[in-house]
């Protein structure tokens, strides 16, 4: 991937400013190479395409991302890498002006903006796209984290389980006044 200077990758680099008013559409291979360029990517590897619809009207122009694909993420159980499959579509708004905003799909740039690079926006949607947790569907098969290890885990959190009610119990004992 060509990065310029300041290390932007410039195939995701939509020249704005010279639009006309009017749809566009734009098409991203996101793999491997892509996130390496991020540093300290939780993601590391993948296949995800990117559709990009763009509207540009005269007072703003809608981004809208449709990103499909499989990303490897690490088993919350083995931390072994594993696939999965993600799927989303996120809108965006170009605004121009001075303002600020608190809206997350609100973004402001300067009147003058000739270029929006989109890799930061399409890096943190499939970041978002994947499932909070994330495991291997047979522990043992694929995943590969030591049985045994496993089922004395289980012991600990009973055992712990146990004391937490203890005290539980503890807490409902009324103190009667003398
Ligand atoms: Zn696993």
Not at 58 to 72: D, N, P
Not at 106 to 133: C, G, K, M
């Amino acid at each position: 991937m060509k990065k310029s200077q300041d290390g932007e990758l410039l195939s995701f680099v939509i020249p704005i400013g010279g639009l006309k008013l009017g749809t566009y559409s734009y098409n991203y291979s996101i793999n491997q190479l892509f996130f390496s360029s991020f540093e300290n990517s939780i993601i590391q590897n993948g296949n995800v395409e990117v559709a990009l619809e763009l509207e540009k009207r005269a007072s703003l122009i809608e981004l809208i991302f449709s990103i499909e694909g499989k990303v490897e993420v690490e088993c919350d159980r083995c931390l072994e890498w594993m696939e999965v499959s993600i799927s989303s579509e996120e809108v965006i708004l170009l605004k121009f002006g001075e303002e600020e905003s608190d809206e997350a799909d609100i973004i402001y740039l300067l009147p003058d903006t000739q270029a929006f690079s989109v890799a930061n926006l399409i890096y943190e949607f499939i970041h978002l796209a994947v499932p909070i947790s994330n495991s291997h569907e047979d522990i043992g098969q694929d995943c590969e984290i030591d049985i045994k290890q496993f089922l004395v885990e289980d012991k600990i959190e009973e055992e712990e389980s146990e004391n937490t009610s203890v005290w539980d119990s503890l807490k409902n004992i009324k103190i009667e006044p003398n």
